[in-house]
């Protein structure tokens, strides 16, 4: 493959933002354009599972690998099976994913992959011109979400949670799990003033991945995750005898610091790095679809795939900000947040909140179903930001 000096798009970073991008655009009238697409990685790896609620289809559906429709919440006082139809949970896994989306591009000669670290993006003239070890190339737009090294220090004035988690597929040497049910939260362990839970996705009767997930501001070590996960299949499922097949761990910003849409005039931030991440929950998968049909959509029509979010559209960020501050200033318990939420709203209205779909009633419905005196508190944090 002989690589050109000029693109119409070049995509800087091959993960779930860019491949994404690169998927859309190949189910579009730009599906001729030329498109170079760089990562420092081959994507040769499972590096991490996507779960998403929907109701419907995703483009990405012959590859999701299990959903389930039924699933458990468990705090200290309150357990309920929830029934999501019409929604459904679903899983992908990130290998299915980048294997799908490069097979698809194989069939055009317009799509170029090159594997190198990107070291600057910067605007030219007439568009923007991508640096990297391996030499550069200019593009009509380069779509980035290679994310800031100081990303952290750049959230100063801002909260910046980490959500990290330790998660293991395990496999039992009997019939174990009954894969039509998975546990979505499970709050019924050691809280240590966090935001502690653990969820089960069985994948079949003696597979399932089970993660330890955290809302704070520090990492654990690695034994405590690996002890957390023990302990609980232990003293919750009585598991003793397992295998561990995979092991996953990922970290992900829960941060309602504003990210940088536009990286330059012909350079758009993606994924994570644009922002795309919803800050109280670190969803992403969804929204990195919707973002880019949007693009998508845009460009077809000659427009510019910068984003402009509408500012009504903007509540979604105070109530982001809102729950942000209930957690990181401990106004309350976050296990009793989440257990007033799926105890007095149906798992529908939450996904469509989360979602950013609700109207102004159903979120007035959604703040009634939570303690209002930390909320308030949390509320009034956020406005005076
Ligand atoms: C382990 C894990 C599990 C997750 N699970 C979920 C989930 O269940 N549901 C959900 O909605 N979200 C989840 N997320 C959050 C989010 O969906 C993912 O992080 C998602 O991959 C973000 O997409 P992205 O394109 O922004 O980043 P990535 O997918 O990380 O893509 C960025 C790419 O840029 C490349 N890159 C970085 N720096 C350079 C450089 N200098 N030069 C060249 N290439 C570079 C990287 O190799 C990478 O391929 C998870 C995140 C992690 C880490």
Known sequence: MILLSRYDYIIAGGGASGLSLLHHILQSPLRDKSILVVDKTRKEQNDRTWCFWEAGKNPFESIVYRQWQYVDFYSANFSKTLDLAPYAYKMIRGIDFYEYVQAQASQSDRVHFLQADVQAIEDTENGAVLRTDVGNFEADWVFSSIRADNEKAQAKGHHYLLQHFKGWVIR?????????????????????GDCRFMYVLPINERTALVEYTLFSADLLSEETYDQALMDYLRSFYQLDDYEIEHEEFGIIPMTDMPYPSAGGKFIVNIGTAGGITKPSTGYTFTRIQQDSQRMVQRLSKGESPQRHINRWQQRFKIYDSTLLNVMVHNFHPSSDVFTHLFRNNPPQRVFRFLDEQTNFWEEIQVANSVPKLPFVRGLTKALIK
């Open 172 to 192: 039992t040497p009997a019939p174990f799990f009954n894969p039509e049910q998975a546990t979505l939260m499970d709050f019924r362990i050691a809280q240590n």
